[in-house]
Protein backbone atom coordinates (compact mmCIF):
# COMPACT_ATOMS: atom_id res chain seq x y z
CA UNK A 1 0.00 0.00 0.00
CA UNK A 2 1.45 3.43 -0.80
CA UNK A 3 0.03 6.36 0.67
CA UNK A 4 0.23 10.01 -0.91
CA UNK A 5 -0.06 13.66 -0.08
CA UNK A 6 -0.37 16.19 -2.20
CA UNK A 7 0.60 19.78 -0.71
CA UNK A 8 1.54 23.43 -2.63
CA UNK A 9 -1.21 24.53 -4.16
CA UNK A 10 -2.45 27.88 -4.09
CA UNK A 11 -3.31 30.91 -5.33
CA UNK A 12 -0.88 32.63 -8.14
CA UNK A 13 -1.18 35.04 -10.69
CA UNK A 14 -0.49 34.28 -14.34
CA UNK A 15 3.31 34.28 -15.31
CA UNK A 16 3.95 33.19 -11.40
CA UNK A 17 5.22 29.64 -10.79
CA UNK A 18 4.22 27.07 -8.14
CA UNK A 19 5.83 23.45 -6.94
CA UNK A 20 3.63 20.55 -5.78
CA UNK A 21 5.39 18.13 -3.72
CA UNK A 22 4.06 14.90 -2.75
CA UNK A 23 5.07 13.02 -0.36
CA UNK A 24 4.82 9.01 -0.29
CA UNK A 25 4.93 7.01 2.48
CA UNK A 26 4.46 2.72 2.66
CA UNK A 27 5.79 0.48 0.27
CA UNK A 28 9.03 1.75 -1.33
CA UNK A 29 8.13 3.58 -4.25
CA UNK A 30 11.59 4.55 -5.55
CA UNK A 31 10.42 2.49 -9.29
CA UNK A 32 7.07 2.70 -9.02
CA UNK A 33 5.50 4.87 -11.83
CA UNK A 34 4.17 8.60 -10.51
CA UNK A 35 2.15 10.54 -12.33
CA UNK A 36 0.70 13.98 -11.90
CA UNK A 37 -2.82 14.68 -13.43
CA UNK A 38 -5.28 17.85 -13.52
CA UNK A 39 -9.13 18.33 -13.10
CA UNK A 40 -10.82 21.77 -13.86
CA UNK A 41 -14.55 22.34 -12.99
CA UNK A 42 -16.48 20.31 -15.63
CA UNK A 43 -13.83 18.64 -17.36
CA UNK A 44 -12.11 15.13 -17.11
CA UNK A 45 -8.50 14.45 -15.48
CA UNK A 46 -6.22 14.94 -17.87
CA UNK A 47 -2.27 13.89 -17.60
CA UNK A 48 -0.06 16.43 -17.16
CA UNK A 49 3.51 14.74 -16.30
CA UNK A 50 5.36 11.35 -15.26
CA UNK A 51 8.11 9.75 -14.19
CA UNK A 52 9.45 5.94 -14.22
CA UNK A 53 11.71 5.50 -11.17
CA UNK A 54 13.60 3.08 -12.39
CA UNK A 55 15.03 5.02 -15.84
CA UNK A 56 14.05 8.20 -14.37
CA UNK A 57 12.38 9.26 -17.98
CA UNK A 58 10.11 12.09 -17.81
CA UNK A 59 7.17 12.65 -19.84
CA UNK A 60 4.98 15.53 -20.24
CA UNK A 61 1.41 16.62 -21.95
CA UNK A 62 2.15 18.69 -24.88
CA UNK A 63 0.29 21.52 -22.53
CA UNK A 64 2.72 21.67 -20.16
CA UNK A 65 5.76 21.21 -22.05
CA UNK A 66 8.82 23.33 -21.93
CA UNK A 67 6.65 25.21 -18.65
CA UNK A 68 6.50 22.04 -15.81
CA UNK A 69 9.35 19.66 -14.84
CA UNK A 70 8.74 16.96 -12.67
CA UNK A 71 11.72 15.47 -10.28
CA UNK A 72 12.19 13.31 -7.19
CA UNK A 73 13.87 13.44 -3.85
CA UNK A 74 14.31 9.36 -2.99
CA UNK A 75 15.64 11.13 0.73
CA UNK A 76 12.49 12.45 1.41
CA UNK A 77 10.65 9.91 -0.84
CA UNK A 78 8.90 13.09 -2.51
CA UNK A 79 7.35 13.89 -5.82
CA UNK A 80 7.84 17.33 -6.78
CA UNK A 81 6.57 19.24 -9.92
CA UNK A 82 7.61 22.18 -10.58
CA UNK A 83 5.87 24.43 -12.57
CA UNK A 84 6.35 27.92 -14.25
CA UNK A 85 4.92 30.60 -17.16
CA UNK A 86 1.70 29.50 -15.05
CA UNK A 87 -1.69 30.52 -17.18
CA UNK A 88 -5.08 30.96 -16.28
CA UNK A 89 -6.12 27.40 -17.95
CA UNK A 90 -3.54 25.64 -15.36
CA UNK A 91 -6.38 26.19 -13.03
CA UNK A 92 -7.47 22.84 -11.60
CA UNK A 93 -6.89 20.16 -8.95
CA UNK A 94 -3.56 18.53 -8.87
CA UNK A 95 -3.87 15.05 -8.06
CA UNK A 96 -0.74 12.68 -7.54
CA UNK A 97 -0.91 9.08 -8.31
CA UNK A 98 1.75 6.29 -8.23
CA UNK A 99 1.57 2.81 -10.27
CA UNK A 100 3.80 -0.16 -9.32
CA UNK A 101 4.66 -1.50 -12.56
CA UNK A 102 5.00 1.21 -16.16
CA UNK A 103 1.65 1.04 -18.21
CA UNK A 104 0.54 4.02 -20.33
CA UNK A 105 1.59 6.65 -18.30
CA UNK A 106 -0.74 9.17 -19.82
CA UNK A 107 -3.90 7.18 -18.17
CA UNK A 108 -5.33 7.63 -14.71
CA UNK A 109 -6.85 3.67 -15.18
CA UNK A 110 -3.00 2.82 -15.60
CA UNK A 111 -2.68 4.06 -11.81
CA UNK A 112 -2.82 1.87 -8.79
CA UNK A 113 -2.60 4.65 -6.19
CA UNK A 114 -4.07 8.72 -5.60
CA UNK A 115 -3.66 11.42 -3.53
CA UNK A 116 -6.22 13.65 -2.30
CA UNK A 117 -5.71 16.86 -4.45
CA UNK A 118 -4.59 20.00 -4.00
CA UNK A 119 -5.85 23.02 -5.64
CA UNK A 120 -3.87 25.44 -7.77
CA UNK A 121 -5.98 28.80 -8.92
CA UNK A 122 -4.17 30.90 -11.67
CA UNK A 123 -5.45 34.47 -11.91
CA UNK A 124 -5.30 36.55 -15.14
Known amino acids: QVRLVESGGGLVQAGGSLRLSCAASGRTYRSYLMGWFRQAPGKEREFVAA????????YYADSVKGRFTISRDNAANTVYLQMNSLKPEDTAVYYC?????????????????WGQGTQVTVSS
Open 51 to 58: LWGTSGNT
Open 97 to 113: AAAGVFRIYSESTSYDY
